[in-house]
């Protein structure tokens, strides 16, 4: 079915993080099982890690990216997906896999970056599609390295400005599969208007401070479609 935004829709803000994907097979970088039990932020996600040990760091990604081949959206990405038929939909996610868009969802802004892209270290500008391993010696045209297209921690949130905008005109405000920990993506609650609808879908379900909301005590495979269903019966009715 077509997806046409119409204007006139709800305006629907989901905030996804890291439970999401988790749903589908990927690990995570807080579980205690997760990927920083394995690897220490220094040596693999940070620009100094990047200029004393590229090869480590590349390695790291491309690893990820092989996993992320082997995985697919879950329920609960193919609920928010669906809810197009019903709301004007923004997903903001920190995630950096795809997952959303190969569930279908057609309005996402990645605030740390993606997976299946890179960029030089010479050029900022030359961003990339990429599927494979990234080496030593992949380059841009004007011979630059190219890297993860991910935000490392000590570096900027680009896109930060234009989620915080998103989230301001919300009307509705799904918050799933985050603990709220990572700073500065956890502030963008802070942005939705006063008067707006608010869920949490997560198993410990982080309490929002000075924030009214509903909170559904699932996991996102579990709580998503809930929730989608809820909402697009009081849509339809």
Excluded at 56 to 79: D, M, S, T
Excluded at 135 to 147: N, V
Excluded at 196 to 206: C, E, G, K, R, S
Aim: proline share 5%.
């Amino acid at each position: 079915m077509e997806k046409n935004i119409n204007k006139s829709r709800r305006r629907l803000v989901v905030l996804t993080g890291a439970g999401v994907s988790a749903d589908s097979g990927l690990e995570t970088f807080r579980a205690s099982d997760g990927l920083w039990a394995k690897y220490r932020i220094e040596d693999v996600c940070t620009p100094e890690a990047l200029q004393k040990n590229p090869a480590l760091v590349l390695e790291f990604y491309n690893a990820r990216r092989r996993q992320l081949k082997e995985v697919e959206p879950n329920k609960g990405h193919y609920a928010i997906a669906d809810l197009e038929r019903y709301f004007d939909v923004r997903i903001i996610t920190q995630n950096v896999d795809n997952l959303h868009e190969r569930a279908g969802s057609t309005n996402v802004l990645h605030i740390h970056g993606e997976l299946t892209k890179c960029r030089s270290i010479k050029d900022p500008s030359y961003i990339v599609e990429w599927e494979d391993d990234v080496a030593i010696g992949d380059l841009c045209p004007k011979g630059g390295q190219l890297r993860p297209h991910i935000v490392f921690f000590g570096e900027e949130v680009p896109l930060l400005s234009e989620a915080a905008k998103i989230m301001g005109s919300a009307e509705i405000v799904i918050i799933a599969g985050t603990s709220l920990a990572v700073h500065p993506a956890a502030g963008l609650i802070n942005y939705a208007p006063e008067g707006a609808d608010i869920y949490v879908i997560d198993p410990l379900a982080p309490v929002l401070s000075g924030v009214k909301a509903h909170y559904i005590k699932e996991r996102f495979a579990i709580g998503m479609p809930l929730l989608a269903e809820e909402l697009q019966r009081r849509k339809i009715c």
